[in-house]
Protein backbone atom coordinates (compact mmCIF):
# COMPACT_ATOMS: atom_id res chain seq x y z
CA UNK A 1 0.00 0.00 0.00
CA UNK A 2 0.90 3.68 -1.09
CA UNK A 3 1.14 6.39 1.70
CA UNK A 4 1.03 9.82 0.18
CA UNK A 5 1.67 13.70 1.19
CA UNK A 6 0.74 15.87 -0.66
CA UNK A 7 2.39 20.07 -0.09
CA UNK A 8 3.11 23.42 -2.13
CA UNK A 9 -0.79 24.34 -2.21
CA UNK A 10 -1.25 28.34 -0.94
CA UNK A 11 -2.84 31.41 -1.87
CA UNK A 12 -1.97 33.01 -5.38
CA UNK A 13 -3.46 35.51 -7.85
CA UNK A 14 -4.96 35.06 -11.01
CA UNK A 15 -2.41 34.08 -13.38
CA UNK A 16 0.13 33.11 -11.19
CA UNK A 17 1.65 29.66 -11.28
CA UNK A 18 1.77 27.07 -8.46
CA UNK A 19 3.53 23.50 -8.26
CA UNK A 20 2.07 21.25 -5.48
CA UNK A 21 4.12 17.82 -4.49
CA UNK A 22 3.25 14.42 -3.77
CA UNK A 23 5.69 12.30 -1.70
CA UNK A 24 4.69 9.07 -1.65
CA UNK A 25 6.44 5.03 -0.16
CA UNK A 26 8.60 3.74 -1.75
CA UNK A 27 7.86 0.19 -1.88
CA UNK A 28 5.01 -0.14 -4.64
CA UNK A 29 5.09 3.40 -6.11
CA UNK A 30 7.07 1.90 -9.13
CA UNK A 31 4.24 0.41 -10.36
CA UNK A 32 1.70 2.64 -9.60
CA UNK A 33 -0.53 4.91 -11.60
CA UNK A 34 -1.04 8.36 -9.53
CA UNK A 35 -3.58 11.14 -9.85
CA UNK A 36 -4.46 14.36 -9.19
CA UNK A 37 -8.16 15.52 -7.73
CA UNK A 38 -9.71 18.60 -6.70
CA UNK A 39 -12.72 19.37 -4.34
CA UNK A 40 -14.20 22.38 -3.43
CA UNK A 41 -16.69 23.15 -0.59
CA UNK A 42 -20.29 21.42 -1.48
CA UNK A 43 -19.09 20.07 -4.88
CA UNK A 44 -18.16 16.57 -5.71
CA UNK A 45 -13.98 15.32 -6.23
CA UNK A 46 -13.13 16.10 -9.62
CA UNK A 47 -10.50 15.00 -11.82
CA UNK A 48 -7.65 16.95 -12.87
CA UNK A 49 -5.11 14.33 -14.13
CA UNK A 50 -2.88 11.06 -13.81
CA UNK A 51 0.12 9.73 -15.60
CA UNK A 52 0.88 5.94 -15.70
CA UNK A 53 3.75 3.95 -13.58
CA UNK A 54 6.69 5.43 -16.00
CA UNK A 55 5.18 9.05 -16.98
CA UNK A 56 5.05 8.30 -20.03
CA UNK A 57 1.40 8.23 -20.72
CA UNK A 58 -0.66 11.19 -19.03
CA UNK A 59 -3.97 12.44 -19.21
CA UNK A 60 -5.86 15.53 -18.10
CA UNK A 61 -9.05 17.48 -17.45
CA UNK A 62 -10.05 20.08 -20.28
CA UNK A 63 -10.52 22.51 -18.29
CA UNK A 64 -6.76 22.32 -16.96
CA UNK A 65 -5.33 21.42 -20.38
CA UNK A 66 -2.80 23.51 -21.74
CA UNK A 67 -2.19 25.09 -18.21
CA UNK A 68 -1.25 21.78 -15.81
CA UNK A 69 2.03 19.34 -16.08
CA UNK A 70 1.97 16.06 -14.72
CA UNK A 71 5.59 14.85 -13.90
CA UNK A 72 7.14 12.23 -11.79
CA UNK A 73 10.77 11.34 -10.09
CA UNK A 74 10.36 7.63 -9.18
CA UNK A 75 13.88 7.86 -7.90
CA UNK A 76 12.46 10.76 -5.45
CA UNK A 77 8.88 8.26 -4.98
CA UNK A 78 7.39 12.05 -6.05
CA UNK A 79 4.99 13.10 -8.66
CA UNK A 80 4.76 16.71 -9.12
CA UNK A 81 1.96 19.04 -10.28
CA UNK A 82 2.81 22.20 -12.38
CA UNK A 83 -0.22 24.89 -12.11
CA UNK A 84 0.45 27.70 -14.70
CA UNK A 85 -2.02 30.18 -15.37
CA UNK A 86 -4.06 29.57 -12.32
CA UNK A 87 -8.21 30.99 -12.11
CA UNK A 88 -9.71 31.30 -9.55
CA UNK A 89 -11.99 28.55 -10.76
CA UNK A 90 -9.00 26.39 -9.50
CA UNK A 91 -9.65 27.31 -6.01
CA UNK A 92 -9.91 23.54 -4.22
CA UNK A 93 -8.34 21.12 -1.93
CA UNK A 94 -5.66 19.31 -4.11
CA UNK A 95 -5.48 15.57 -3.48
CA UNK A 96 -3.21 12.73 -5.20
CA UNK A 97 -3.78 9.23 -5.35
CA UNK A 98 -2.25 6.18 -6.58
CA UNK A 99 -3.51 2.82 -7.49
CA UNK A 100 -0.55 0.29 -7.06
CA UNK A 101 -2.56 -2.93 -7.70
CA UNK A 102 -3.49 -2.24 -11.40
CA UNK A 103 -2.00 0.74 -12.36
CA UNK A 104 -5.00 1.91 -14.21
CA UNK A 105 -5.06 5.77 -15.78
CA UNK A 106 -8.59 6.33 -14.68
CA UNK A 107 -10.97 9.60 -14.08
CA UNK A 108 -12.93 7.07 -11.42
CA UNK A 109 -11.91 8.33 -8.12
CA UNK A 110 -12.67 4.72 -7.12
CA UNK A 111 -10.42 2.99 -9.14
CA UNK A 112 -7.51 4.52 -6.39
CA UNK A 113 -7.17 2.40 -3.00
CA UNK A 114 -4.73 4.93 -1.70
CA UNK A 115 -5.13 8.81 -0.55
CA UNK A 116 -3.19 11.36 0.28
CA UNK A 117 -4.82 13.90 3.11
CA UNK A 118 -4.74 16.99 0.26
CA UNK A 119 -3.30 20.33 -0.06
CA UNK A 120 -5.16 23.58 -0.14
CA UNK A 121 -4.98 25.71 -3.38
CA UNK A 122 -6.68 29.52 -3.53
CA UNK A 123 -6.68 31.56 -6.01
CA UNK A 124 -7.88 35.34 -5.57
CA UNK A 125 -9.14 37.15 -8.81
Known amino acids: QVQLVESGGGLVQAGDSLRLSCAAS????????VAWFRQAPGKEREFVTV????????YYADSVKGRFTISRDNARNTVYLQMNSLKPEDTALYYC??????????????????WGQGTQVTVSS
Open 97 to 114: AADPTYGRTSRNPYDYSS
Open 26 to 33: GRTFGSSS
Open 51 to 58: CNKNGGIK
